[in-house]
Structures are given as C-alpha cells and as structure tokens.
C-alpha cells in the first residue's frame, strides 16, 4: 500500500514499505523536486515491480536482479493488456530506481543499462476528429452551474492542449485576460506559456463572472474550476467528468483528458502549425516527442489516399 507521510495536498513524502524503494522515493522528492502526482506513479510501479519480483512478500534483492527477470516482468504486463505507455512508464521508473541503487552503491550493476524499449512501444496515441472534439465539447448543459463549468474545462483543455494535472490546478492569477494566454506548470516544475482562442476564453470568463462567484458563496478560493464542495476539482473528478460526457455524446473510441491533448496538438499540425510552436505550447523538452504527432498526420494521409485514389 502507498502511504504519504503527509497530506498529498501538501507534497508529502510517499512510501510503500520497501526501505529501498523508500530511499528512492524520498531522492525523487527531496533531491530532484519532483511532483506529489509522479512520485506515486514511480511508487505504484515500483510496487507491481517488488511484488513480481517476490510475490509471496518480503523484500526482494534488488541488488540480484538479472535483465531477464526484468523482461519477464515486462511481458506479464503486456499480457494482463497494460497499455504501451504505461509499460514505458513502468521501464522508466524501473531504469532510473536501478541507476539510483548503482550511484548510492547498493547495487554493484545496472541489469537495464543494455535493457531496449522494444518497438511495440513507439505507439501513436488516439486522437478524435474535430467533430468529435465538438461533440463532447458541446455536450454540457449550459443552463446550469454545473454544466457551464464543464463547458469550459473542455473548452480550455483542448484550446490549450493543457494537461489534466495541470487544468485541476491552474489559478485565478495564472490567466491574463488583457493578452489571452496563460501560464502553467508542466512536468519538471517547467513553466510555460500557451495562449487561449476567443471562444475559450468567452466559455472561461462566463464560468468566471456567472457561476464561480455562486458556488465558492463568498469563500475565498485561488483556484479557477471549483467542485461543489467549494475547492479545486480534482483529476479524478476529471477523468469522470470527461467519461460521462463522452459516453453522453455517444463516442465508443477510449477518451480520456489526454486525448484531448493528443487532439488539440494532431489538428494543429494539421493545420499547418510548425512543430518548435506545438512544441513549445505543449511543454515539451525534446522535440522528439512532439514528432509523434506528425506520424499521426502521415497516417491519416494515408487514409485518405487509400480510401479515395482510384489506383491505391
């Protein structure tokens, strides 16, 4: 079980009961600053990880691990139909624990320093079409509180391409009304700049003027979505939201808040967008990963020449 040894709110430090695991846990938090949110998904790997490694309980000997055992663990979640990013995900965190135990001389070898990322990984995310995005979009009731407020989370997520993290925090004073953009954080603590569409920013200020002001009832509160319990609305909260919504404008495709993201970025670049600028507004380090996105487009290129060209 992960525990914090103190409220998650405030970034306390997470455990799972393995002092190994621990040690590194507490390096990620301490020594390299990194979220609350993504040293517990470190932790939640690292704990399906010791858990294969000695399934009856206990503390496995990390030190001890060979690449194959690694390999092994790998595949059992490729065939429980973990999805490919989470395995990457779950490489990683493995990779950077090794690395950490070799630098602090608890282990004498790293088993995944000759360890490839086999291509099954270099998977390209889901996208909708801009009449799905549309569909969901549209899909809140305006003519309530509620509904309004959802309107405008889908609108701002996918004009912006934010993360789900990152709309669940994002504060009144992070909005600059008089030129349209805002500034967010991003993974690594990275701050950033994105800039809002007029229709966005419409949804965003009537939620703002008409309906925050009537929930929060005179409690002062920084941040900008708020639940009906009068603070900021969590990313669970989000996932559901969105599920029901699509579920509601009846899109059978998987959808989540990071589909958006993947939409928002494909139908820029679609559009003729260079990619240091879809870069630089989704936040990313390495270019690299926003080159994903110009495959997705050469697919659908593809599509399209073969479902209409007469000799394809």
Same mark, same amino acid.
């Given at each position: 079980m992960i525990r914090s040894d103190d409220d998650p709110q405030l970034g306390g430090v997470v455990h799972i009961g393995n002092p190994l695991v621990d040690d590194f846990l507490t390096f990620l938090t301490v020594e390299r600053g990194l979220s609350h949110n993504t040293v517990e998904a470190y932790a939640n790997d690292l704990r399906l990880y010791a858990g294969f490694l000695l399934p009856q309980g206990g503390e496995p000997d990390f030190a001890s691990v060979q690449r194959q055992q690694i390999s092994d663990f790998?595949?059992?979640?490729?065939? $429980?139909?973990?999805?490919? $990013?989470?395995?990457?995900?779950?490489?990683? $965190?493995i990779r950077s624990f090794h690395r950490f135990l070799v630098r602090e001389n608890l282990a004498?070898?790293?088993?995944?320093?000759?360890?490839?990322?086999?291509?099954?990984?270099?998977?390209?995310?889901?996208?909708?079409?801009?009449?799905?995005?549309?569909?969901?979009?549209?899909?809140p009731d305006l003519s309530t509180p509620k509904g309004m407020r959802d309107r405008a989370i889908f609108e701002l997520m996918y004009a912006t391409g934010m993360r789900v993290s990152e709309t669940a925090n994002l504060r009144i004073d992070s909005i600059d009304f008089e030129i349209n953009f805002i500034r967010t954080k991003g993974k690594g603590n990275k701050e950033r700049l994105v800039p809002i569409g007029m229709a966005a920013m419409d949804y965003l200020k009537r939620y703002l003027n008409d309906v925050r002001p009537v929930v929060l009832d005179g409690k002062p509160c920084d941040y900008v979505f708020i639940s009906s319990y009068r603070r900021n609305i969590t990313r669970q909260s989000l996932w559901s939201i969105l599920r029901s919504y699509v579920k509601h404008a009846g899109i059978t495709k998987s959808v989540t808040p990071h589909t958006l993201r993947h939409s928002f970025a494909t139908h820029l670049i679609e559009g003729g967008a260079d990619l240091r600028s879809v870069q630089e507004m989704l936040g990313h380090a390495s270019i690299a990963t926003t080159q994903i996105y110009t495959h997705i487009s050469t697919g659908r290129l593809k599509e399209v020449h073969k479902q209409f060209h007469p000799r394809a």
């Open positions: 790998l595949m059992r979640q490729k065939k $429980a139909s973990y999805d490919v $990013a989470s395995i990457a995900r779950e490489l990683s $965190a004498q070898d790293d088993p995944t320093a000759v360890l490839e990322t086999p291509k099954i990984w270099k998977k390209i995310p889901d996208v909708l079409s801009a009449d799905e995005v549309m569909r969901i979009i549209s899909a």
